[in-house]
């Protein structure tokens, strides 16, 4: 079956430009989270949905970042006026259910200039 | 504040040895744990899944093992292969957080 997928797979952009990564979690998984893998940093959770409830924000590392699940589905990260450190991959993973096993998508590259 | 350990940072070894990498966490009040490997350039493939309640998950070549009390686990590949080349994960669940606390990795190669 299909498994997570992210779009775009890498992106460059300018600093000061914002930008839209996407998500598409496994059909059926409530649980979305957005984690972040910087070059030579481990990886840093920043938000959660989980079906209808209010997500948990907060691992975002500041107020240019925000995100959005449409349908309890598609989620779609939102970063503004981007700085070079936001420079990184950016992972999406979908579970059943919160605690349950993580599935994660290929993940963008995302590089500020 | 839980803090994730994998030692060694990088390991390479010839091809059909045994092999052990090593994951060690500082709160022992853990809900999961979970080995990921990661290809370069690629996104986190899910190996194993061990439920705090559990001693061991077995996946083909791969066993894992965990020691809640002890605040370790180990992954172990039995007759490594070239393929199994890649940088392993693992990753707690906390009981009061569902956010994945990870470890920095082991880099693995392994020469054919």
């Known amino acids: 079956g299909a498994g997570v997928s992210q779009s775009p797979s890498n992106k460059v952009t300018e600093k000061g430009k914002d930008v839209e990564l996407r998500c598409d979690p496994i059909?059926?998984?409530?649980?979305l989270y957005w984690y972040r893998q910087s070059l030579g940093q481990g990886l840093e959770f920043l938000i959660y949905f989980q079906g209808n409830s209010a997500p948990d924000k907060s691992g975002l590392p500041s107020d240019r970042f925000s995100a959005e699940r449409t349908g309890g589905s598609v989620s779609t990260l939102t970063i503004q006026r981007t700085q070079q450190e936001d420079s990184a991959v950016y992972l999406c993973?979908?579970?059943?259910?919160?605690?349950?096993?993580?599935?994660f998508g290929p993940g963008t590259r995302l590089t500020v200039t | 504040k839980q803090e994730v350990t994998q030692i060694p940072a990088a390991l390479s070894v010839p091809e059909g040895e045994n092999l052990v990498l090593n994951c060690s966490f500082t709160d022992s009040a853990i809900y999961n744990l979970q080995w990921f490997r990661q290809d370069p350039g690629k996104g986190l493939t899910s190996l194993l899944l061990i439920q705090s309640s559990q001693r061991e998950q077995t996946s083909g070549r791969l066993n894992a093992s965990l020691d809640k009390s002890s605040g370790r686990s180990t992954l172990y590949i039995a007759a490594s292969q070239p393929g199994d080349s890649a940088t392993y994960l693992c990753?707690?669940?906390?009981?009061?957080?569902?956010?994945?606390?990870w470890g920095a990795g082991t880099k693995l190669i392994i020469k054919p």
């Open positions: 990753a707690v669940d906390m009981d009061s957080n569902y956010q994945l606390i």
């Open positions: 059909s059926g998984h409530t649980a």
């Open positions: 993973a979908s579970s059943l259910g919160t605690y349950d096993e993580q599935y």
